[in-house]
């Protein structure tokens, strides 16, 4: 099974390679942009087949190294 | 005193650190390859390296964070042994859950790498007892990420505790007028709980020669070389 985790900064944690793109986008002329914020994706390919077990395996995989929860959140996509 | 010091795929300044150590202790220090599982008996102090390690791959001293050697230094932590991490060992240590918090990017996104001067916030640890109690010294730092950042319980817990090793500050040891990374109220390095373990971003290793700029990092493995003969771990 395929899986997508998404890892991102927690509001109100700094972000200076978003705010840096943010500038580069107002910079080409891109209009209507707010704001930016970068994270992190993982393309995860999981052994099982059961949905409740590759969310629960995921998880753990985020809270242990994928994330670090001080400052970033973590979302599981199962495709 | 018995030093060890930790080598990473990407540390490069374990060879700095053991100059240091084996000048001031006279003793060379072990190099501990990160895949090890114990660390030599007798070990007092821990030293976690400046560098890369693993490319910064994830989040700097994620991958690290996490070898199998960390395991021992964890025990050896709880045990109330030494640990020291400098740089890329400061943001291993956070990594490894042995300091509260994370080292973020620096806040202008620069890769600072020059002198800075630090004020000592307190010289009772076994980490700064060769100092005095608000000495400014100046030191090396070469980061790109050492903005350090936690959670509001967490600054109030480090401030209140008195955890707070060194800050940024000027020459004349003004807090607030020099800070490279944006780091909350100017922490340049934090303690545990129990003092024993200490994580800082300067460089206090490069500076013991005067032939390269000074002395002032003597100080660091002076005071922990006093604190173990006087009371071996």
């Not at chain 2, 990473?8 to 150590?21: H, K, L, V, Y």
């Not at chain 2, 400014?136 to 350090?148: D, L, S």
């Amino acid at each position: 099974m395929k899986a997508r985790v998404t890892v991102t900064l927690k509001t109100g944690i700094l972000d200076p390679q978003g705010k840096a793109i943010e500038g580069a986008l107002r910079s080409l002329g891109i209009e209507g942009i707010a704001s930016v914020r970068q994270g992190k994706v993982f393309e995860v390919e999981v052994e099982t087949t059961d949905r409740t077990r590759a969310q629960g395996l995921l998880e753990q995989a985020c809270d242990k190294l994928l994330a670090n929860t001080v400052v970033e959140n973590y979302r599981v996509e199962l495709i | 005193m018995k030093a060890a010091v930790i080598l990473f795929p990407g540390s490069n300044r374990e060879g700095d650190a053991a100059r240091a150590i084996r000048q001031v202790s006279g003793r060379a220090p072990a190099i501990v390859w990160h895949a090890e599982h114990g660390l030599p008996s007798g070990t007092d102090l821990v030293v976690l390296p400046g560098g890369f390690s693993y490319g910064d791959y994830l989040r700097c001293g994620a991958i690290a964070g996490r070898a199998a050697i960390m395991d021992a230094v964890r025990a050896h932590a709880a045990r109330g042994g030494y640990v020291l991490g400098i740089c890329n060992g400061f943001q291993i240590l956070c990594e490894a859950g042995l300091l509260p918090g994370v080292l973020m990017r620096n806040s202008k996104m620069h890769f600072v790498c020059r002198m800075q001067h630090l004020r000592v916030e307190r010289n009772d640890t076994a980490f700064t007892n060769a100092y005095a109690r608000y000495q400014v010294i100046k030191v090396a730092i070469a980061h790109g990420e050492g903005n350090y950042t936690a959670d509001d319980e967490t600054y109030a817990r480090l401030e209140g505790e008195g955890r707070v090793a060194f800050r940024y500050c000027d020459a004349q040891g003004h807090i607030g007028a020099s800070n490279p990374n944006g780091s909350a109220s100017d922490i340049a390095g934090i303690y545990s709980e129990k003092l024993n373990v200490l994580g800082l971003m300067p460089h206090p290793e490069n500076l013991i020669d005067p032939l390269v700029g000074g002395t002032d990092g003597r100080g660091m493995f002076e005071s922990l070389v006093a604190h173990l003969e006087l009371a071996p771990a």
